[in-house]
């Protein structure tokens, strides 16, 4: 792992943009697939580019005043400073997602077939998108106590919060996950579902998966129930996952009952 792939004369490049840089590029890339023959297939380029700044914005919003509250409580002036890192995945899902609800309103476009559509494409690009995490050295695991685990070099925030100690792969195995996600998603969607279950499903195995991983995780505080605040995010949107497909077979189960009625 490292922080710094290489120079392009004195300027740097850090292995956390560059990867990102290519996750959104590759989902892009899935989209665009994925969409082929759609109506959403021409409005996925200016999309990306308003869930881009949704996802920076709401991504540090969330990782400040969730995840280190109380060092920027007492350094306001940092707050802004993106380029120093700090942003939080689920931050950036939030506003990402707030960014496409506004686009598809704007447009008059069905947000829960572009949601269906773009599922796969974003959980793909959450799973790439982990390996600069662990190419940065940060949403680190916390220590396994045995020799087994992940050693991080000095230069690294994992190396400054524990040293030299092997710790919980927490954001390797959450790409990991993230891939299975994709996977089973691609699957699913060769069934008819009602709109918006697709992304649904997304929603509930992502947040599973991210809940059990983090209690593995080093790098997070603490709150209620010992829980971190990615598994208070991941517990509120796994139940309104939840609670949107228990509406979804309630509808479809009165509309068949109507028809039948009917006949």
């Known amino acids: 792992m490292r922080v710094v792939l290489f120079h ?3 300027i740097p490049v850090h292995s956390y943009g560059l990867v990102v840089a290519l996750a959104v590029l590759l989902a892009m890339g ?3 697939f994925l969409a082929k023959g759609t109506p959403y297939h021409d409005h996925i380029p200016n999309l990306v580019v308003y869930v881009m700044f949704g996802a920076i914005a709401m991504a540090r919003v969330w990782h ?3 995840f280190q509250w109380g060092y920027y409580s007492k350094h306001w002036g940092e707050i802004l400073q993106v380029w120093n890192g700090g942003l939080s995945i689920q931050g950036a899902l939030a506003g990402g997602g707030l960014a496409a609800v506004l686009y598809a309103r704007r447009h008059r476009l069905s947000f829960l077939e572009l949601a269906d559509l773009l599922a796969p494409a974003v959980i793909l690009g959450q799973g790439i998108g982990r390996t600069a995490c662990f190419l940065n050295g940060d949403a680190f695991g916390s220590p396994t106590g045995t020799g087994f685990g992940i050693l991080y070099p000095p230069g690294t925030i994992a190396f400054e919060t524990y040293g030299a100690v092997p710790l919980w792969p927490a954001e390797v195995w959450e790409g990991q ?3 299975v996600v994709f996977a089973l998603l691609i699957m699913l969607k060769f069934y008819k579902w009602p709109k918006g279950c697709l992304f649904a499903g997304y ?3 992502y947040s599973a998966g991210r809940f059990m991983l983090e209690y593995l995780r080093g790098d997070s505080p603490r709150y209620a129930l010992e829980w971190t605040a990615g598994q208070w995010t991941s517990a509120g949107a796994a139940a309104a996952g939840l609670a949107f497909l228990l509406y979804a077979a ?3 189960y009165r ?3 109507e028809g039948l009625k009917k006949v």
């Open 255 to 257: 509309v068949r009952k």
């Open 203 to 205: 929603v509930i195995l």
């Open 8 to 10: 392009i004369g004195h």
């Open 30 to 32: 899935v989209a665009l």
């Open 250 to 252: 309630v509808s479809l």
């Open 64 to 66: 400040v005043f969730f």
């Open 177 to 179: 996950w993230d891939i």
